[in-house]
Nanobody, 115 residues
Framework: QVQLVESGGGLVQAGGSLRLSCAAS????????MAWYRQAPGKQRELVAV???????NYPDSVKGRFAISRDNAKNTVYLQMNSLKPEDTAVYYC?????????WGQGTLVTVSS
């Protein structure tokens, strides 16, 4: 069973930056999209970035222009560069990818943005 392991979360002041990484323990399907989601306390999990196999990206308006997703298929890794962070970005961030067994999720990494 392939596992995804996120890293890079932490505490940052508003206006700061963080770079999240998500590494797979085995092969993922490079033809499928990879994505980052987040879940704030008391809220539903929401999509924050998605990248296709061809490298096309999409973001919700709430993070557009501040977040950037990228992937390295050779390393089975997806990244999320987060700039100009706001307190409302505080959440647990999860990565998502596809393997031959189906959709897989990481355990999450906490990002806390202080005002």
């Amino acid at each position: 069973q392939v596992q995804l392991v996120e890293s890079g979360g932490g505490l940052v002041q508003a206006g700061g930056s963080l770079r999240l990484s998500c590494a797979a323990s085995g092969s993922i399907l490079s033809i499928k999209p990879m994505a980052w989601y987040r879940q704030a306390p008391g809220k539903q999990r929401e999509l924050v970035a998605v990248i296709t196999s061809a490298g096309s990206t999409n973001y919700p308006d709430s993070v557009k222009g501040r977040f950037a997703i990228s992937r390295d298929n050779a390393k089975n890794t997806v990244y999320l560069q987060m700039n100009s962070l706001k307190p409302e970005d505080t959440a647990v961030y999860y990565c998502n990818a596809w393997t031959y067994q189906g959709s897989v999720w990481g355990q999450g990494t906490l990002v806390t943005v202080s005002s």
